[in-house]
Protein backbone atom coordinates (compact mmCIF):
# COMPACT_ATOMS: atom_id res chain seq x y z
CA UNK A 1 0.00 0.00 0.00
CA UNK A 2 1.00 3.33 -1.29
CA UNK A 3 2.18 6.17 1.46
CA UNK A 4 3.31 9.32 1.87
CA UNK A 5 4.46 11.51 4.88
CA UNK A 6 5.20 14.56 5.22
CA UNK A 7 7.73 16.36 7.25
CA UNK A 8 9.15 20.01 7.81
CA UNK A 9 9.09 23.15 10.51
CA UNK A 10 5.39 23.70 11.77
CA UNK A 11 6.19 27.28 12.11
CA UNK A 12 7.95 29.86 9.91
CA UNK A 13 9.01 33.68 10.21
CA UNK A 14 7.42 35.85 7.83
CA UNK A 15 10.08 36.36 4.84
CA UNK A 16 11.75 33.11 5.68
CA UNK A 17 11.27 29.85 3.27
CA UNK A 18 9.05 26.95 3.64
CA UNK A 19 10.23 23.64 3.67
CA UNK A 20 8.61 20.30 3.45
CA UNK A 21 9.78 17.11 2.34
CA UNK A 22 8.02 14.05 1.26
CA UNK A 23 8.46 10.26 1.94
CA UNK A 24 7.04 7.70 0.07
CA UNK A 25 6.59 4.14 0.94
CA UNK A 26 5.22 1.56 -0.65
CA UNK A 27 6.04 2.39 -4.02
CA UNK A 28 8.95 4.06 -5.80
CA UNK A 29 8.86 7.40 -7.06
CA UNK A 30 10.91 6.94 -9.94
CA UNK A 31 8.65 5.69 -12.31
CA UNK A 32 7.44 6.82 -15.29
CA UNK A 33 3.72 5.91 -14.16
CA UNK A 34 3.37 8.98 -11.96
CA UNK A 35 3.69 12.19 -11.02
CA UNK A 36 4.02 13.75 -7.30
CA UNK A 37 2.54 16.94 -6.46
CA UNK A 38 2.24 19.65 -3.46
CA UNK A 39 -1.36 20.56 -2.45
CA UNK A 40 -2.18 23.25 0.26
CA UNK A 41 -5.90 23.62 1.95
CA UNK A 42 -6.48 26.91 3.75
CA UNK A 43 -9.40 28.27 5.31
CA UNK A 44 -9.75 31.42 3.10
CA UNK A 45 -8.35 29.36 -0.25
CA UNK A 46 -9.38 26.18 0.17
CA UNK A 47 -7.45 23.38 -1.89
CA UNK A 48 -5.03 24.61 -3.99
CA UNK A 49 -2.43 23.66 -6.11
CA UNK A 50 1.25 24.51 -5.73
CA UNK A 51 3.12 22.15 -8.32
CA UNK A 52 3.86 18.97 -9.49
CA UNK A 53 7.10 16.74 -10.43
CA UNK A 54 7.88 13.86 -12.58
CA UNK A 55 10.57 11.00 -11.87
CA UNK A 56 12.74 13.07 -14.34
CA UNK A 57 13.29 15.97 -12.57
CA UNK A 58 10.47 18.36 -14.77
CA UNK A 59 8.24 20.54 -12.02
CA UNK A 60 5.76 22.40 -13.16
CA UNK A 61 4.11 24.72 -11.14
CA UNK A 62 1.02 27.29 -10.58
CA UNK A 63 1.38 30.84 -11.90
CA UNK A 64 0.23 32.60 -8.66
CA UNK A 65 3.20 30.75 -6.65
CA UNK A 66 5.68 29.90 -9.29
CA UNK A 67 7.88 33.10 -8.59
CA UNK A 68 8.26 31.89 -5.14
CA UNK A 69 8.19 27.94 -5.11
CA UNK A 70 10.49 25.33 -5.83
CA UNK A 71 10.29 21.34 -6.06
CA UNK A 72 12.55 19.10 -6.19
CA UNK A 73 13.22 15.37 -5.81
CA UNK A 74 15.68 12.76 -4.35
CA UNK A 75 15.53 9.55 -5.94
CA UNK A 76 17.82 7.58 -3.12
CA UNK A 77 15.52 8.56 -0.61
CA UNK A 78 12.38 8.01 -2.33
CA UNK A 79 11.70 11.64 -1.17
CA UNK A 80 10.63 15.19 -2.84
CA UNK A 81 10.59 18.55 -1.26
CA UNK A 82 8.98 21.70 -1.60
CA UNK A 83 10.45 25.22 -0.95
CA UNK A 84 8.13 28.27 -1.03
CA UNK A 85 10.41 31.50 -0.33
CA UNK A 86 9.01 34.66 0.92
CA UNK A 87 5.99 33.89 3.00
CA UNK A 88 3.62 35.19 4.55
CA UNK A 89 0.59 34.87 6.65
CA UNK A 90 -1.36 34.23 3.56
CA UNK A 91 0.69 30.89 3.24
CA UNK A 92 -0.18 29.33 6.73
CA UNK A 93 -2.53 26.10 5.54
CA UNK A 94 -2.36 22.42 6.01
CA UNK A 95 0.10 21.27 3.21
CA UNK A 96 -0.52 17.70 1.40
CA UNK A 97 1.99 16.03 -0.77
CA UNK A 98 0.02 13.78 -3.03
CA UNK A 99 0.35 11.27 -5.81
CA UNK A 100 -0.34 12.62 -9.38
CA UNK A 101 -2.21 10.11 -11.64
CA UNK A 102 -2.34 11.31 -14.88
CA UNK A 103 -3.20 9.84 -18.33
CA UNK A 104 -3.86 11.72 -21.83
CA UNK A 105 -6.77 13.69 -20.06
CA UNK A 106 -7.24 13.11 -16.56
CA UNK A 107 -4.89 14.82 -13.73
CA UNK A 108 -6.12 13.58 -10.20
CA UNK A 109 -4.51 12.64 -6.73
CA UNK A 110 -5.14 9.24 -5.62
CA UNK A 111 -2.72 8.63 -2.58
CA UNK A 112 -2.55 11.31 0.28
CA UNK A 113 -0.38 12.13 2.51
CA UNK A 114 -2.01 12.84 6.07
CA UNK A 115 -0.90 16.93 6.28
CA UNK A 116 1.23 19.00 8.10
CA UNK A 117 0.08 22.41 9.32
CA UNK A 118 2.47 25.24 8.62
CA UNK A 119 1.70 28.43 10.48
CA UNK A 120 3.86 31.53 8.88
CA UNK A 121 4.51 34.02 12.26
CA UNK A 122 7.21 35.98 13.92
CA UNK B 1 -7.81 30.24 -14.17
CA UNK B 2 -10.62 28.37 -13.92
CA UNK B 3 -12.89 29.47 -11.07
CA UNK B 4 -14.94 26.38 -9.66
CA UNK B 5 -18.65 27.35 -8.00
CA UNK B 6 -19.75 24.34 -5.77
CA UNK B 7 -23.62 24.33 -5.02
CA UNK B 8 -25.26 24.35 -2.50
CA UNK B 9 -22.90 24.79 0.60
CA UNK B 10 -24.34 22.39 2.70
CA UNK B 11 -26.92 19.85 2.16
CA UNK B 12 -28.50 18.79 4.79
CA UNK B 13 -30.35 14.90 4.09
CA UNK B 14 -30.91 11.41 5.63
CA UNK B 15 -29.24 8.44 5.32
CA UNK B 16 -30.86 6.74 2.19
CA UNK B 17 -31.88 9.88 0.35
CA UNK B 18 -30.27 10.98 -2.88
CA UNK B 19 -28.05 13.19 -2.85
CA UNK B 20 -26.70 15.85 -6.29
CA UNK B 21 -23.95 18.26 -5.70
CA UNK B 22 -23.04 21.12 -8.31
CA UNK B 23 -19.95 22.24 -9.70
CA UNK B 24 -19.95 25.24 -12.11
CA UNK B 25 -17.19 25.92 -14.05
CA UNK B 26 -16.33 29.82 -15.34
CA UNK B 27 -15.84 28.77 -18.43
CA UNK B 28 -16.47 25.72 -20.26
CA UNK B 29 -14.31 22.46 -19.11
CA UNK B 30 -14.13 19.40 -21.25
CA UNK B 31 -16.34 16.65 -20.28
CA UNK B 32 -13.91 14.03 -19.09
CA UNK B 33 -11.98 16.78 -16.96
CA UNK B 34 -13.56 17.18 -13.83
CA UNK B 35 -12.83 14.98 -10.55
CA UNK B 36 -14.42 14.57 -6.90
CA UNK B 37 -13.22 14.11 -3.74
CA UNK B 38 -14.46 13.28 -0.71
CA UNK B 39 -13.06 15.22 2.80
CA UNK B 40 -13.75 13.64 6.37
CA UNK B 41 -12.67 15.52 9.40
CA UNK B 42 -8.79 15.34 10.49
CA UNK B 43 -8.30 13.23 6.82
CA UNK B 44 -6.97 14.18 3.70
CA UNK B 45 -9.41 14.52 0.61
CA UNK B 46 -10.00 11.43 -0.96
CA UNK B 47 -10.63 10.83 -4.49
CA UNK B 48 -13.87 9.49 -5.83
CA UNK B 49 -14.88 10.22 -9.46
CA UNK B 50 -12.38 11.40 -12.53
CA UNK B 51 -12.46 10.90 -16.10
CA UNK B 52 -16.28 12.71 -15.06
CA UNK B 53 -17.80 9.05 -14.57
CA UNK B 54 -15.04 6.44 -13.70
CA UNK B 55 -14.61 5.69 -10.04
CA UNK B 56 -10.91 5.32 -7.82
CA UNK B 57 -10.53 2.31 -6.58
CA UNK B 58 -12.87 1.08 -3.95
CA UNK B 59 -15.62 3.44 -4.44
CA UNK B 60 -18.84 2.10 -4.07
CA UNK B 61 -21.21 2.43 -7.04
CA UNK B 62 -23.52 4.55 -5.48
CA UNK B 63 -21.64 7.74 -6.54
CA UNK B 64 -21.27 8.56 -9.78
CA UNK B 65 -20.82 11.99 -12.00
CA UNK B 66 -22.28 13.56 -14.67
CA UNK B 67 -21.75 16.91 -16.49
CA UNK B 68 -20.37 18.65 -19.37
CA UNK B 69 -19.27 22.27 -20.51
CA UNK B 70 -19.68 24.40 -16.78
CA UNK B 71 -21.90 22.27 -15.21
CA UNK B 72 -21.24 19.43 -13.53
CA UNK B 73 -22.64 16.78 -10.99
CA UNK B 74 -21.67 14.47 -8.01
CA UNK B 75 -24.54 12.14 -7.60
CA UNK B 76 -24.82 9.85 -4.28
CA UNK B 77 -27.77 7.63 -5.05
CA UNK B 78 -28.80 6.36 -1.49
CA UNK B 79 -26.73 8.04 1.32
CA UNK B 80 -24.59 6.05 3.97
CA UNK B 81 -24.23 7.05 7.01
CA UNK B 82 -20.53 7.11 6.34
CA UNK B 83 -21.41 9.18 3.00
CA UNK B 84 -21.73 11.91 5.39
CA UNK B 85 -18.74 14.54 4.62
CA UNK B 86 -17.76 17.13 2.57
CA UNK B 87 -17.24 17.07 -1.19
CA UNK B 88 -15.19 18.88 -3.54
CA UNK B 89 -14.76 19.00 -7.43
CA UNK B 90 -11.76 19.87 -9.59
CA UNK B 91 -10.64 20.50 -12.85
CA UNK B 92 -8.17 19.34 -15.07
CA UNK B 93 -9.13 20.53 -18.42
CA UNK B 94 -6.55 23.91 -18.18
CA UNK B 95 -3.82 24.67 -16.01
CA UNK B 96 -3.63 25.43 -13.34
CA UNK B 97 -5.80 22.69 -12.00
CA UNK B 98 -8.64 24.03 -9.47
CA UNK B 99 -10.64 23.12 -6.35
CA UNK B 100 -14.76 24.45 -5.85
CA UNK B 101 -14.81 25.72 -2.17
CA UNK B 102 -16.75 22.11 -0.93
CA UNK B 103 -20.32 20.92 -0.35
CA UNK B 104 -20.96 19.56 3.24
CA UNK B 105 -23.35 17.33 2.66
CA UNK B 106 -24.89 16.95 6.67
CA UNK B 107 -27.30 14.64 8.49
Known amino acids: QLQLQESGPGLVKPSETLSLTCTVSGGSINSNRYYWGWIRQSPGKGLEWIGTIYYTGSAYYNPSLKSRVSISLDTSKNQFSLKLNSVTAADTALYYCAREFRTMIVVVYDYWGQGTLVTVSS | EIILTQSPGTLSLSPGERAALSCRASESVCSRCVGWYQQKPGQAPRLLIYDKSSRATGIPDRFSGSGSGTDFTLSISSLEPEDFAVYYC?????????FGQGTKVEI
Open chain 2, 90 to 98: QQYGSSPWT
